[in-house]
């Protein structure tokens, strides 16, 4: 045991009138709702990234934040795995997501690098072999050296794009050593600032046949996880070409994919893209599409992605609504992509981030599934369409525009519009909420 949350309790659920800052007063990880525990729907993840590398910057200042395994060594990335599984076991954490780049030390050259991710790897199996905490998803960061300045699969360098190929296999046989149920890519410098040195079909194709290369090899060594893609709109990037779900959704069909790969949405970056969180959470379940969700909110006042904590119980209840009627998660679930403030310097603040965070996705997804139960929205939403159930209607649907127009003229039809009730719609809603 290392001393870093030293004097730090177990988390557990003590319900809504405890005054304890370090229990659970919403999440009881046994409750049953709809027909799941409150564990088996929420399944909530660790990100490594923002909790054990984040240092603590923001676009205008530097690190903030000391941590003792801060460095460039195997032997204090092995301290940084021995204090997440620590704080792993004091939140009672089902998962954990990561970045090759978090868990091990930069090495010198791809070899050295492969050399550190196994060491590690093979290290974070043996702290799972006495934990319960299972591995969510894996991914490479493909974004922050600046060897990746101008992208990975997109660069015009062949050998970037040679080394982010190479880079993938190795965090997929990691994901897969690990037994992580999903793999993720997420292109941070997939994009470009200028088109005056931009070939932009050069680059979507190169980034196609990139992601046909990271199925195949999938398939090769048998993991049975979902590939996901996470959508951003900008920033780091001017424009990054995985903008939104819609637009993920067409790339994959451009090159076939859309049978092989999902989304892991955001909160932020749906933001950043001008849309909801409920908005893209739909449209992946209406594409058929939906994975995984990064759980965190952005600051409405800022320009950029500013990873915070999500704090808003109707917020989340919007989204988990979306979650739930998709079916809820299979392989997916709920990763806290949020790092605490670079002003909140101790240890109990980054458990108690996730606590109250964990609290608010459990009230947020107990309140969907009141409403979702109810069933009123669902009713409503069904009258609005039942016009279309009728056999003359679906009929249209196969017919020509002169047959339609003879129909029109035959019977004398000349619709009146019809209320969509929307105050009454977010009155019922807020039953739940």
Not at 292 to 308: F, H, K, V
Request: aromatic share 12%; net charge negative.
């Amino acid at each position: 045991m290392t001393d870093f949350f030293k004097g730090i309790p177990q988390i557990r659920y003590e319900g809504p009138q405890t005054t304890n800052e370090f229990a659970f007063r919403h999440y009881n990880p046994e409750e049953v709702v709809a027909g799941k525990t409150l564990a088996e729907h929420l399944r909530f993840a660790i990100a490594w990234w923002h909790s054990f590398a984040w240092p603590g910057g923001d676009p205008f200042g530097g690190q903030t934040l000391q941590r003792p395994w801060f460095g460039d060594t195997l032997d204090l990335a092995k301290l940084k795995a021995d204090v997440a599984f620590e704080m792993f076991d004091i939140l009672q954490a089902p998962f954990f997501c990561f970045h090759d780049a978090d868990i091990r030390p930069e090495g010198k050259d791809f070899a050295e690098n492969t050399r550190n991710l196994k060491a590690i790897v093979d290290y974070i199996g043996e702290k799972m072999t006495g934990s319960n905490t299972k591995l969510l998803w894996g991914t490479a960061n493909l974004f922050s050296h600046r060897r990746f300045m101008s992208g990975a699969a997109t660069n015009p360098d062949p050998e970037v794009f040679a080394w982010s190929a190479a880079t993938v296999k190795t965090c997929m046989d990691a994901t897969l050593q690990l037994g992580g149920q999903n793999y993720v890519l997420w292109g941070g410098r997939e994009g470009y600032e200028t088109l005056l040195n931009t070939d932009l079909t050069q680059e979507a194709e190169h980034a196609g046949r990139f992601l046909q290369m990271v199925v195949e090899y999938k398939h090769k060594i048998g993991f049975k996880g979902a590939i996901l893609i996470e959508p951003k709109p900008q920033e780091p990037s001017k424009h990054q070409y995985d903008y939104d779900v819609a637009t993920v959704y067409g790339f994959l069909k451009r090159f076939g994919l859309e049978g092989e790969v999902k989304v892991n949405i955001e909160q932020g970056h749906a933001i950043l893209a001008g849309h909801s969180f409920e908005h893209e959470l739909a449209l992946a379940a209406s594409l058929g599409i939906f994975g995984s969700i990064d759980m965190n909110r952005n600051d409405y006042q800022s320009g950029w992605d500013t990873d915070q904590f999500p704090d808003s119980v109707p917020e989340m209840a919007r989204a988990y609504y979306e979650v739930l009627r998709a079916g809820g998660f299979t392989t997916g679930g709920t990763n806290f992509d949020a790092k605490i403030r670079r002003q909140s310097l101790d240890p109990e603040d980054l458990i108690l981030a996730h606590v109250g965070a964990m609290d608010v996705c459990a009230r947020a997804l107990k309140a969907a599934a009141a409403a979702l139960e109810d069933g009123g929205l669902e009713a409503q939403r069904r009258a609005r369409y039942a016009g279309w159930e009728t056999e003359e209607a679906k009929a249209m649907l196969g017919s020509d525009l002169a047959s339609i127009e003879a129909m029109v003229r035959e019977k004398g039809i000349n619709p009146e519009p019809r209320s969509g009730r929307q105050e009454r719609l977010e009155n019922l809603w807020n039953r739940f909420v």
